[in-house]
């Protein structure tokens, strides 16, 4: 089992920024790969970014490349999702989630997820 607590969520103007963080527990964090989702009212939910294990490989959905950066700590047993240049579109909540196989950019392929959190960009 995993557990997932986000963090850092909250309401910024366009173009601003924030750092959401997710810390976990339950297994060693090293041994899992970790992701950020996000789903919009009335919308489906959206692959915002993925890293692999060591954090050396990230991916990003295309709504997101060259805004948003995913990293990871693990001696913190924490990943983060910096977002910057903010837009009213990019509001939503947003979930972190774990795996245990390789990183993915299908939500059904993570076995477990945090509580989540909103992020709530005004114009």
């Known amino acids: 089992q995993v557990q997932l607590v986000e963090s850092g969520g909250g309401l910024v103007q366009a173009g601003g920024s924030l750092r959401l963080s997710c810390a976990a527990s339950?297994?060693?964090?090293?041994?899992?790969?970790m992701g950020w989702f996000r789903q919009a009212p009335g919308k489906e939910r959206e692959f915002v970014a993925s890293?692999?294990?060591?954090?050396?490989?990230?991916y990003y959905g295309d709504s997101v490349k060259g805004r948003f950066t995913i990293s990871r700590d693990n001696a913190k047993n924490t990943v983060y999702l910096q977002m910057n240049s903010l837009r009213p579109e990019d509001t939503a909540v947003y979930y972190c989630a774990a795996r245990s196989g390789g990183p993915s950019a299908s939500s059904a392929s993570f076995d477990y997820w945090g509580q989540g959190t909103q992020v709530t960009v005004s114009s």
């Open positions: 339950g297994r060693t964090f090293s041994s899992i790969s």
């Open positions: 890293i692999t294990r060591g954090g050396f490989g990230t």
